[in-house]
T-cell receptor, first 111, second 110 residues
Framework: NAGVTQTPKFRVLKTGQSMTLLCAQD?????MYWYRQDPGMGLRLIHY???????AKGEVPDGYNVSRLKKQNFLLGLESAAPSQTSVYFC??????????FGPGTRLTVL | AQSVAQPEDQVNVAEGNPLTVKCTYS??????LFWYVQYPNRGLQFLLK??????LVKGSYGFEAEFNKSQTSFHLKKPSALVSDSALYFC????????FGTGTRLKVLA
C-alpha cells in the first residue's frame, strides 16, 4: 500500500517548456487535489477532482490543466511554463469528508 | 470567504515544556478543521481533525487541539514538547479542498 505517489520528484524547466506531473493513489479515494506550496503562503489549491472524469478549478488554476481519466490517477499539466510556476507541488487524495492524504511533493524550477 | 490565520511565524519552546500553536478561523456554517505537520522535504502528515462533538480533540504523537466556537480558534497543544516535534505546522479548514494557514514553524530547544 504505497498511499499517494508523485512523479517526478524534481524537475527543472526552461520558460515556455511543457510538462506533466503524475499523481497516483491506491486507496480507492474519490477526491483528488493538486496544491502548490510557496514560502510564506501555505498551500494553495490549483485544481481538484471529485471522481473519475471530473475536474474543477481551485484558487489558483491559471496556467495549469488537469485530467482524471482513471480513478487512481490525477495529472497536472503545464503547457507553457513560467518562472512564477516555480514551486513545490503536492497531490492529495481523500475519501468523502475525511482527512486528505498527501504525496511527497514535486519540486519544480522554471528558469 | 472561508479563511484560517496562524498569527505566529515561529514558536520556540524548551523540551519538556507545553507547547501551543495558534489558529483562528473564519467560516460560514460549521467548520471542518484540521492540523497537519510537515517535516523538511516531506509531504504533509495528518495530526487531527474537528468535525463535530467534543471540543478537545486528541490526535497523533500526543497532540491535541481545542475547538473554541466563541473565539473561533482551534489551537494545537502538547503537554510536553520533544525536540523531534520541530517542524512546520499547518492549520486548515475544509472548503473546495482545504484552505491552509501560512504555517507556523515550531522549534523545540534541547
Amino acid at each position: 500500500n504505497a498511499g499517494v505517489t508523485q512523479t517526478p520528484k524534481f524537475r527543472v524547466l526552461k520558460t515556455g517548456q511543457s510538462m506533466t506531473l503524475l499523481c497516483a493513489q491506491d486507496m480507492n479515494h474519490e477526491y483528488m487535489y493538486w496544491y502548490r506550496q510557496d514560502p510564506g503562503m501555505g498551500l494553495r489549491l490549483i485544481h481538484y477532482s471529485v471522481g473519475e472524469g471530473t475536474t474543477a478549478k481551485g484558487e489558483v488554476p491559471d496556467g495549469y490543466n488537469v485530467s482524471r481519466l482513471k480513478k487512481q490517477n490525477f495529472l497536472l499539466g503545464l503547457e507553457s511554463a513560467a518562472p512564477s510556476q516555480t514551486s513545490v507541488y503536492f497531490c492529495a487524495s481523500q475519501a468523502s469528508y475525511n482527512e486528505q492524504f498527501f504525496g511527497p511533493g514535486t519540486r519544480l524550477t522554471v528558469l | 470567504a472561508q479563511s484560517v490565520a496562524q498569527p505566529e511565524d515561529q514558536v520556540n519552546v524548551a523540551e519538556g515544556n507545553p507547547l501551543t500553536v495558534k489558529c483562528t478561523y473564519s467560516v460560514s456554517g460549521n467548520p471542518y478543521l484540521f492540523w497537519y505537520v510537515q517535516y523538511p522535504n516531506r509531504g504533509l502528515q495528518f495530526l487531527l481533525k474537528y468535525i463535530t462533538g467534543d471540543n478537545l480533540v486528541k490526535g497523533s504523537y500526543g497532540f491535541e487541539a481545542e475547538f473554541n466556537k466563541s473565539q473561533t480558534s482551534f489551537h494545537l497543544k502538547k503537554p510536553s514538547a520533544l525536540v523531534s516535534d520541530s517542524a512546520l505546522y499547518f492549520c486548515a479548514v475544509r472548503d473546495l479542498g482545504y484552505i491552509f494557514g501560512t504555517g507556523t514553524r515550531l522549534k523545540v530547544l534541547a
